[in-house]
C-alpha cells in the first residue's frame, strides 16, 4: 500500500513511494479507486516487520546506554504517539541542542511535497544528518567470504564509518558496503526533508553525508548522497507525475505482485491480454516488449537460436522455452538426455532451520545405507528448544557435527563412499561458519578452518546445483517447486519457510507465550519432510522416470 499523504499542494511522498511497482503507486492514489484486495499484510510480511522493529528497539537500548552519562542534551528518544505531537517533540529537541534523537519525525515538506521520518538525527557539528536503522547487513568485513561461498573482493574500495558512541566519519578498510538502493532513496529523501526545514545547515560538496546501522548493529555505515541530489530530484519528479496521474501506467508482473492487494486485478488484465510479463521477470519482460514481444503467443512463436539485435537479459533461449512451457505445462525441461547427480554407499540429506538472524536451532538428517538393506532410513534431528539465542544452539550444532564426521569416517573407513546431501547450499553454508565463529572454542565445535574444508570436500553436495545444471525450471528451482514433479508431497499444506517462522515462535514461547508441543511436531515433520523431499529428488534424478521429461532440444525444436 502507498504510504503518500495528501496535503492542500497535492500527495506528500514517503521514502517507501520511491521505489516498486508504478503501477501500483498510480492506483493506490488514483481519486475514488475501488480497491481488489485488502490492505491486510501477508503473515511473512507481518514477521519482517515485527523483526525489525524489534531490532530498532534493541538499537535504541544500545545507543540510550552508550549515551546514558553524557546528559540531556546528548541522547533522547522521541516517545511513541501521534504524529503531530512526535513531530513537535522533534523540533523541541532539535531547538535545545540535542545531538542524538531518536525516533525523530520531520515537518512535512509541503513546497517539495514530502514526509518522512529517521530512527536516528546526528548533529554533525554543521547541523543534523539522517541515520536510519535496518534489519538487514549493510557491511561486511573486507575480503570476507560471501554468502555463496565466494571470494570476497581481492582489493574492496574503502568506505567510510563511524563509531555507534560519536559521529566521527573516517576511512575503514576493513569492510566493504553490501549497497541498497531503497535505503540510500531513504536517506536521500530525508536529507531533501532536513534542508527544506533548515535542519541541514550549510553544507559545500563533500559534506552532504548520511547514515545507515543495519543488523549488526556494529558501526555507522556513512553514505555520501550530496552526489546524487540532481538525479534523486529526478526520480521524485517522476514518482510524483505517476501520483498526479499526469504519465499513464501499465500493470506488469513483478516480484511484488505476490504481496500486493491489487494483484487479482492486475493479474485478470495480463491473462485477459496474454501479457509476456506472466512467464518472465519484470526486466526481461520490459526488455522483450522493447522488441515487439508483448506476448506469450508471441515469446513462444519466436526462433530460440535468433536473439534480438543487442540482447542483453539472459538467455533468451530460456525466455522462449518459458513461453513454450506455459503452453505445455512443464515444470522440468532437461538441459541434456542425462542428469547426472553424486551418489554414494552412504547417504546423509541434511536440512538445517534458523529463526531469522537469531541462529539455527534443528539441524535435521536422513541416512541411507545403501550397501545394507538391513540398515533402516532414520531421520535424527539435533534440535534446541530453547530460545534463540542460546548456547544450548552450539550443544545441537556440535552433536550434529560429530555425528555426521563419525559417520563419514566410518563409510570411509569400510571402504565405502559418504556424500552428505542438502538443497541450496547457501543457508547451512551460512550456519555451519557462523556457528563455527560464534561459538568457536565450545565442546565439540569445529574450528573455521575445518569448517570450510568440510564444505570445499566432495563429501557436500548441493542438489540445487545439480538441479540448476541439469533442469530448466521456469516456475522456479525451489525445492517445493520440484520435488512434486519427482512425486514428492509434504505432508502439510502449509509448509514453508516463513510460516516455519510463526511456528517456532510458538514451539519456544516467544513473547511470553506457553510453549505449544504440538508446533515442535509440526517443525520437526517438515524438517523431516524437507530431507525426504531432497532424497526422493535426488533418486529421481539418477533414475528412468528423469527420462520422460521432454529435453531443451525437444522443447525448443
Known amino acids: 500500500m502507498s504510504t503518500a499523504t495528501r496535503s492542500p499542494t497535492g500527495v506528500l511522498l514517503t521514502a517507501r513511494d520511491l521505489s516498486g511497482c508504478a503501477h501500483k503507486l498510480a492506483l493506490d492514489n488514483a481519486p475514488a479507486a475501488g480497491r481488489f484486495g485488502v490492505d491486510e499484510d501477508s503473515p511473512e510480511v507481518a514477521r519482517r516487520k515485527e523483526a525489525a522493529a524489534l531490532h530498532r528497539e534493541r538499537v535504541r537500548d544500545l545507543l540510550a546506554a552508550l549515551h546514558s552519562d553524557e546528559g540531556q542534551t546528548t541522547f533522547v528518544a522521541i516517545p511513541d504517539g501521534p504524529r503531530g505531537e512526535r513531530v513537535a517533540q522533534t523540533m523541541v529537541a532539535v531547538a535545545r541542542g540535542v545531538r542524538w534523537i531518536w525516533n525523530a519525525t520531520l515537518p512535512d515538506d509541503v513546497a517539495g511535497r514530502r514526509r518522512g521520518h529517521s530512527e536516528l538525527l546526528v548533529h554533525d557539528g554543521i547541523g543534523y544528518v539522517p541515520v536510519i536503522v535496518v534489519n538487514h547487513r549493510v557491511t561486511r568485513s573486507a575480503g570476507k567470504p560471501n554468502g555463496n561461498g565466494a571470494d570476497g573482493d581481492a582489493a574492496p574500495r574503502t568506505i567510510t564509518t563511524s563509531p555507534l558512541w560519536t559521529w566521527f566519519p573516517q576511512p575503514d578498510a576493513t569492510r566493504t558496503m553490501r549497497p541498497n538502493r531503497r535505503d540510500t532513496q531513504r536517506l536521500q529523501h530525508l536529507t531533501e526533508m532536513l534542508a527544506a526545514a533548515g535542519l ?14 543495519g543488523m549488526d548493529a556494529e ?183 560429530r555425528w555426521l564426521h563419525e559417520e563419514m569416517a566410518d563409510a570411509l573407513a569400510s571402504g565405502k563412499t559418504f556424500a552428505a546431501y542438502c538443497y541450496s547450499e547457501q543457508a547451512e553454508n551460512r550456519w555451519l561458519r557462523g556457528s563455527a565463529e560464534r561459538f568457536a572454542g565450545l565442546p565439540g565445535i569445529p574450528t573455521k578452518a575445518e569448517v570450510e574444508e568440510f564444505i570445499a570436500s566432495p563429501h557436500w ?54 510453549p505449544d508441543e504440538s508446533q515442535r511436531v509440526r517443525l520437526l515433520q517438515y524438517n523431516e519432510d524437507d530431507v525426504w523431499a531432497t532424497k526422493v529428488l535426488r533418486e529421481w534424478m539418477d533414475g528412468p522416470e528423469v527420462k520422460r521429461l521432454p529435453t531443451m532440444r525437444a522443447l525448443l525444436d
Open 200 to 213: 541541514s545547515g550549510e553544507r559545500g560538496p563533500g559534506q552532504w553525508r548520511a547514515g545507515v546501522i
Open 219 to 401: 558501526c555507522i555505515a556513512v553514505v555520501d548522497v550530496g552526489s546524487s541530489r540532481a538525479e534523486f530530484a529526478a526520480l521524485t519528479d517522476e514518482r510524483l507525475a505517476i501520483v498526479d496521474q499526469r504519465v499513464p501506467t501499465h500493470p506488469s508482473r513483478v516480484g511484488e505482485c505476490r504481496d500486493c492487494p491489487w494483484w487479482p486485478q492486475c493479474e485478470a488484465e495480463l491473462i485477459a491480454r496474454d501479457d509476456v510479463s506472466l512467464v518472465v521477470n519484470g526486466m526481461v519482460a520490459d526488455a522483450l516488449r522493447g522488441y515487439g514481444i508483448f506476448t506469450i503467443a508471441d515469446l513462444a512463436a519466436a526462433d530460440p537460436r535468433v536473439e534480438p539485435p543487442e540482447w542483453r537479459t539472459g538467455s533468451f533461449e530460456e525466455a522462449v522455452a518459458a513461453a513454450r512451457c506455459h503452453r505445455t505445462g512443464d515444470l522440468m525441461v532437461r538441459r541434456a538426455e542425462a542428469t547426472p547427480v553424486v551418489r554414494a554407499d552412504v547417504e546423509v540429506d541434511v536440512d538445517m532451520e534458523s529463526f531469522g538472524e537469531d541462529g539455527a536451532y534443528l539441524w535435521g538428517t536422513l541416512l541411507t545405507d545403501r550397501t545394507d538393506p538391513n540398515r533402516p532410513v532414520r531421520y535424527r534431528p539435533f534440535v534446541t528448544w530453547r530460545p534463540l539465542p542460546t548456547t544450548a544452539e552450539a550443544e545441537s550444532f556440535a552433536a550434529f557435527w
Open 461 to 514: 553436495v548441493d542438489v540445487y546445483a545439480a538441479v540448476s545444471s541439469n533442469f530448466y525450471c521456469p516456475k522456479g528451482k525451489g525445492l517445493k517447486r520440484v520435488a512434486p514433479v519427482a512425486g514428492f508431497h509434504w505432508r502439510d499444506d502449509e509448509a514453508n519457510g516463513a510460516a516455519s517462522m510463526d511456528w517456532y515462535a510458538a514451539a519456544v514461547g516467544l513473547d511470553g507465550r506457553v
